[in-house]
């Protein structure tokens, strides 16, 4: 499948190329509703995927949503190198695989980047834009305008990295949190409060740096009062969790007392969070910084 999010039509590609069944319907995708991120375009269908180019073909990015499977993603864009000019952008959602590996002998590769959503990326605006060694600036800057045009909020990761910026630091967070449960330091249900009620509140508005500067007289003075603490405190870091086993089950159990892993329950969990970022996202909108 081939998509470019929520202004213009959905088609899947076919493995030789040409245009099939068209995904769900025109302008706006399925879980769309009022108070998505919609942007500055609105949902005027502007463009038909397949071989035969329309005549807005090079003013629209390909946004690759397959599976995360390198070899798949990899035949995709073999695909579409084909079929495109000089002008297109071809975009990976991918969430780990790094654009070298991707866009490997592509002839377009200075077209193309990863631009990686957040799930549910029609309430969380953050993408990340993930440069190929050889991609040119002129697609970054073309996809992070783009990104801003239609609500999200692009950051440009300078070089690749495994796991790039967000998961990186979400592998690091989840990492920790999976240590303390096993060390039996706190429950499973209470971890999650640390994020919920705690950590998460503030960086729903300012990030982590941010935080840091404000809660000392600035960024050079926090460092110089916490650094040995900090630093005493990494220290302490266990090793790489496997995330299985007895802990695994554990909690798993503690999340099923919570949210039970039936289909109904889940989806009713779902839409509940799903509204709850769509009130954030309108709430943040409103609150603007000094």
């Not at 503690?254 to 709850?276: I, N, S, T, Y």
């Not at 309108?282 to 000094?290: C, E, F, M, N, R």
């Amino acid at each position: 499948m081939v998509t470019c999010r929520g202004w213009c039509r959905f088609h899947r590609l076919s493995a030789d190329g040409h245009r099939g069944q068209r995904l769900a319907g025109e302008g706006r995708g399925p879980a769309l509703g009022v108070g998505a991120l919609e942007g500055g375009l609105g949902s005027k269908p502007m463009l038909c995927l397949g071989p035969e180019r329309s005549s807005n073909w090079t003013m629209c990015p390909f946004q690759e949503c397959v599976p995360e499977n390198l070899e798949l993603k990899q035949q995709l864009f073999a695909q579409l190198d084909q079929i495109v000019d000089g002008n297109v952008v071809l975009s990976s959602s991918s969430s780990c695989l790094l654009p070298s590996k991707l866009f490997a002998g592509l002839v377009h590769v200075r077209q193309c980047l990863v631009a990686h959503p957040v799930n549910p990326p029609y309430h969380v605006p953050l993408v990340e834009l993930v440069p190929h060694p050889e991609t040119a600036p002129a697609t970054m800057d073309r996809t992070y305008a783009l990104m801003r045009q239609i609500g999200q909020s692009p950051v440009r990761i300078l070089k690749e990295v495994d796991g790039f910026a967000l998961n990186r630091l979400q592998y690091a967070l989840i990492g920790e949190a999976w240590r303390l449960v096993e060390a039996g330091i706190v429950s499973p249900g209470d971890l999650d409060l640390v994020m919920s009620d705690g950590l998460g509140l503030r960086y729903a508005f300012i990030g982590p740096l941010e935080t840091m500067h404000l809660n000392a007289e600035g960024m050079l003075s926090y460092c110089d009062r916490y650094r040995e603490g900090m630093k005493r405190v990494l220290k302490t870091f266990g090793p790489i969790p496997e995330f299985s086993g007895a802990v695994a089950e554990k909690v798993h159990q503690a999340m099923c007392v919570k949210v039970p892993d039936d289909p109904e329950h889940l989806a009713a969990r779902r839409e509940w969070r799903d509204g709850c970022l769509m009130r954030l996202a309108k709430l943040k909108g409103q609150v603007q910084p000094p």
